[in-house]
């Protein structure tokens, strides 16, 4: 089992391979005797998942943490333990994951909107309270393989976990300019999570995939001897296929199935980006191009970094094709680089909307800081402290709250309720009473214990950080100036 991985990571330098084949010990022995829910030993599960790092070229500490990635969650190790075999570094990854696996977003009959908001503040979440993106990369790959087996978990389960996947991993993988991931997450997580739909569309689409599917493969040749014909070199030709849960999505928007060119799309990969130009003028010379749909992503990338040009033609018989064109390095980063790709399509709601603001200056910070680096250190320090003026809390109802860092009990009161600020007798984190002036914490639980009344003090100006609530106190005293 172990040796397939170790091929995998043959490429890596030879101490990081030990420092592999000792987490898979590790593992193996801490995991003896549990099984997985289909009834495979455990350790199949933290193979599996170290096999998907392995693949995205992840560092050897990565793929050792990932091997016990459930080791401290699910075994009688201790940390302690397990820094004292493997050292800091490892086993920070370790319970970065660890921590991780508190979060878990449910959803509740409610508005859309606030559901939203929900996901939003959790994904922002998960970064800062990850500290590394490694941690991130592999609750990812976590998720990965445990969406390929949840075939035999319960209804229930399936649905709850599939939702969970499709509003916070997915995006984060989407954010991470995973598109390869991220679209397989979709498409595992849509039949479970809308099982009517996933049905209905996929009766619709069927016989259309098919024959858009037939029709390419004619075309294909076609197009490859007119550009070999014009000195153009191809180094690959292939026919990709819509994600299903993208165009279940899309066709929210487009109701029309026959409106969507790219169902199926000829994607063709060429050597620079001079020959992307000189292939896209001799398709053009062949096939009428469909007026305004010529989208150069190459002269002006997506908002999220993507590259390609995408030509939409009237190829033989009249037909529309979308045709893409790009390079293997722009091909690369739209499938598993993580500086590509950040979507902007999926916040295609009022760009006025605070929340949307709030969350494209996250994108654009994310993006500069992954930007500033190249893949290699990229992986070493992968610092997730981009919201260092942020701290993330829960109420114990599992909602988040976004506050200032440096926030107090007090704040997250506000921050819930005007009436429960004004109330607030005391609190408890993580269970725990705490005192007013308490710094809160990424990732605990605040529970604020109500009074009978409203009795705000002047005192909490002085300990409260976020201005909301500052203003909150103040509103009060100058509508009751007689109280204390
Ligand atoms: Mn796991």
């Given at each position: 089992m172990i040796e397939k991985l170790l091929k995998k990571i043959n490429a890596q330098k030879t101490g990081e391979r030990d420092l592999i084949a000792r987490a898979f010990d590790f593992a193996k022995k801490a995991h003896e005797g549990q099984r997985r829910e289909?009834?495979?030993?455990?350790i199949t599960h933290p193979v599996a998942v170290a096999g998907i790092l392995a693949d995205l070229k992840l560092d050897g500490p990565a793929i050792a943490a990932c091997l016990m990635h459930d080791v401290l969650e699910d075994?009688?190790?201790t940390e302690e333990e397990m820094e004292k075999e493997f050292g800091k570094e490892v086993t920070f990854l370790v319970k970065g994951v660890t921590k991780l696996a508190g979060l878990t977003y449910q959803e509740e009959p409610g508005i859309k909107a606030k559901q939203n908001l929900k996901a939003q503040s959790l994904r922002k979440m998960f970064f800062a309270m990850a500290e590394d993106i490694r941690v991130i990369l592999i609750k990812l790959a976590d998720r990965y393989h445990n969406m390929s087996t949840?075939?035999?978990?319960?209804p229930e389960k399936r649905k709850r976990i599939s939702l969970e996947t499709l509003e916070i991993y997915a995006p984060i993988a989407e954010r991470l300019g995973m598109g390869q991931i991220k679209g397989d997450l979709e498409d595992m997580a849509f039949a479970h999570a809308y099982p009517e739909e996933y049905k209905l569309l996929l009766s619709k689409i069927k016989d259309k995939y098919a024959d858009r599917q037939n029709y390419l493969e004619k075309v294909k040749p076609i197009v490859m001897k007119n550009l070999s014909e014009n000195k153009i070199k191809v180094l690959d030709a292939h026919a990709r296929a819509k994600h299903y849960y993208s165009l279940y999505k899309k066709l929210q928007k487009v109701?029309?199935?026959?409106?969507?060119?790219?169902?199926v799309a000829l994607r063709i990969i060429l050597p620079d980006i001079s020959s992307c130009y000189e292939a896209l003028g001799i398709i053009h010379k062949n096939y009428k191009p469909l007026p305004?749909?010529?989208?150069?992503y190459l002269a002006m990338p997506k908002l999220n970094g993507y590259r390609s040009i995408h030509a939409t033609v009237f190829a033989e018989e009249g037909r529309i094709l979308e045709i893409q064109l790009r390079t293997p390095e722009m091909h690369e980063h739209a499938e598993n680089?993580?500086?590509?790709?950040?979507?902007?399509?999926?916040?295609?709601?009022?760009?006025?909307h605070t929340a949307d603001i709030k969350e494209a200056q996250w994108i654009a910070q994310l993006k500069n800081w992954l930007k500033a680096s190249d893949n290699q250190e990229l992986y070493q320090s992968?610092?997730?402290?981009?919201?260092?003026?942020r701290v993330f809390v829960l109420t114990p109802k599992g909602e988040v709250k976004d506050l200032p860092e440096g926030s107090t009990p007090l704040d997250f009161a506000y921050a819930v309720h005007t009436d429960l600020g004004h109330s607030t007798k005391g609190a408890k984190v993580n269970g725990r009473m705490v005192s007013f002036d308490y710094q809160l914490k990424n990732g605990q639980i605040v529970e604020i214990i109500k009074g009978k009344v409203k009795k705000p003090s002047r005192d909490w100006l002085g300990l409260v950080k976020s201005s909301e609530a500052r203003r909150r106190i103040q509103s009060w005293f100058n509508a009751n100036p007689k109280s204390s």
């Open positions: 289909d009834g495979e030993p455990y075994t009688k190790i949840l075939r035999t978990c319960s109701s029309d199935l026959d409106r969507i060119h790219d169902l305004g749909l010529i989208k150069d680089g993580i500086a590509a790709h950040w979507s902007y399509s999926e916040s295609n709601k009022n760009k006025l992968l610092r997730t402290n981009f919201f260092n003026d």
